[in-house]
């Protein structure tokens, strides 16, 4: 599909989820009442990851690089599919230790992650090079702005706004200046795989 087509199709799924959210409704970035930030925890597997799974002594069970596909599933050898996607190392670990038991003596399993899928954002309107682009885990909107070139000389520098569907939906409304001087608000919101970032 042509590029411009993309950002058409992109540019209608922020307009239609801005309709959800109230006829153009939106929140600022200081009135909304963010979660707290959940304490660092053990990395979760997701589609497009690349695992590392051994069997200690056991080379022809082990798989050096196994992706994970798009419908959270890997495939090892004798066991079949497994499920990965949402699951902690450990506990796929656990899982590849219990089921290898009825084929392996004491089975010592480690569980890598080699490769960290880097999910991805969408940036339209008034903005030097529109387009998808990959966040890294807590990425900010100044950086992620950045990294496309900064908004052009037509762009609103009061509206800038970040349209997420889920788990509800939700317009975040921006400024350019409180991104630039970090104001605490805007540099606590951290993007999320999904998001549309638009720059009127």
């Not at 992706?67 to 959270?72: A, F």
């Not at 940036?123 to 090079?129: A, C, K």
């Given at each position: 599909?042509p ?13 239609s989820?801005?309709a959800?959210s ?8 200081d ?17 497009g ?13 082990s ?11 890997v495939?090892m050898?004798?066991?079949?599919e497994l ?13 590849l ?25 969408s ?7 529109p ?10 909107l100044?950086?992620?702005?950045a990294g ?28 350019y200046?409180?991104?630039i ?8 919101f951290v ?10």
């Open positions: 599909m590029l411009r087509n993309v950002h058409v199709l992109l540019l209608g799924l922020a307009m989820v801005s959800c109230g006829g153009g409704s939106y929140v600022w970035v009135d909304l009442h963010a979660p707290p930030a959940p304490p660092p925890s053990e990395y979760v597997i997701a589609a990851d690349v695992l590392d799974i051994r069997v200690l002594g056991h080379e022809e069970l798989d050096p690089k196994v992706r994970v596909r798009d419908d959270g599933r495939a050898p004798i066991l079949g499920n990965a996607r949402g699951v902690k190392p450990s506990a796929l670990r656990s899982e230790e219990a089921r290898l038991k009825d084929y392996v003596k004491e089975p010592s399993v480690t569980v890598n992650v080699d490769e960290m899928h880097r999910p991805a954002i940036i339209l309107g008034e903005i030097s090079h387009g998808t682009y990959p966040v890294e885990p807590g990425e900010g100044a950086q992620v702005l496309a070139g900064g908004v052009t000389e037509f762009a609103n520098r009061s509206r800038i706004f970040v349209v997420r569907t889920g788990p509800s939906p939700l317009r975040v409304r921006f400024t200046d409180s991104l001087h970090g104001d605490a608000a805007a540099a606590a993007l999320r795989a999904g998001d549309v970032v638009v720059v009127e």
